[in-house]
């Protein structure tokens, strides 16, 4: 198994309080992506952190030594929509409950 912390990056520092009509249905649509991953078991937690600097996404995965987690973030419909991007960190290892 391999484990990430995926940072998400929004297109701006303030998203969350700026977003369009349009950028709120593509984070609907994030937000499924990211909830049919974690009923897959390929994400663990997902959920946005309150930033000060800005808000951003944050996700933990547990993948397959097979799968890689870069073809998996690139499917998000807010990165394949040009609007965001992932800051992806490797971890050594990852405990959790369940």
């Not at 649509?29 to 974690?38: K, P, S, V």
């Amino acid at each position: 198994m391999k484990y990430y912390l995926c940072k998400f990056l929004p297109p701006r520092a303030d998203f969350l309080a700026s977003m369009t009509p349009t950028e709120g249905d593509l984070m609907k649509r994030h937000g499924a992506f990211l909830n049919d991953l974690l009923d897959q078991g390929l994400v663990v937690a997902h959920g946005p952190v309150d930033d000060p600097a800005g808000g951003w996404g944050m996700s933990l995965y547990r993948i397959g030594d097979d799968q890689e987690i870069e073809t998996l973030t690139s499917q998000d419909p807010m990165v394949v929509a040009g609007g965001a991007r992932y800051e992806i960190l490797p971890m050594r290892h990852l405990r959790a409950r369940g």
